[in-house]
């Protein structure tokens, strides 16, 4: 019913940028909040960025003043500049959204992951 889909990983020297995308499809009334997480190996996922639908965005400490994450409400799409890149940003970067859809009966919320996108910043 609902699909999140990621496109613009790749593979980036140190010191470089990439955008990354996110669209939401399906029957979407609204979307609440918009985010970006990631996970290296061996770790956790972790939040990077969030936007809600009204209010201020949210950063991880590691990505502030290097990442802006913005929304296009009308596409449904959630976008993650990324720039002065390190090696320790790669990981595969999610895209997430918590939404309220219509499932053919009803509306409902519930929080939706895309599949990934592997960042790999190296030289």
């Known amino acids: 019913q609902v699909q999140l889909v990621e496109s613009g990983g790749g593979l980036v020297q140190p010191g470089g940028s990439l955008r990354l995308s996110c669209a939401a499809s399906?029957?979407?009334?609204?979307?609440?909040?918009m985010g970006w997480y990631r996970q290296a190996p061996g770790k956790q996922r972790e939040l990077v960025a969030s936007?809600?639908?009204?209010?201020?965005?949210n950063y991880a400490d590691s990505v502030k003043g290097r990442f802006t994450i913005s929304r296009d409400n009308a596409k449904n799409t959630v976008y993650l500049q990324m720039s002065s890149l390190k090696p320790e940003d790669t990981a595969v970067y999610y895209c997430n959204a918590d939404l309220v859809y219509f499932t053919g009966s009803y509306y409902t919320s519930r929080e939706y992951w895309g599949q990934g996108t592997q960042v790999t910043v190296s030289s």
């Open positions: 936007v809600p639908s009204g209010g201020t965005t």
């Open positions: 399906g029957s979407i009334l609204k979307i609440n909040v």
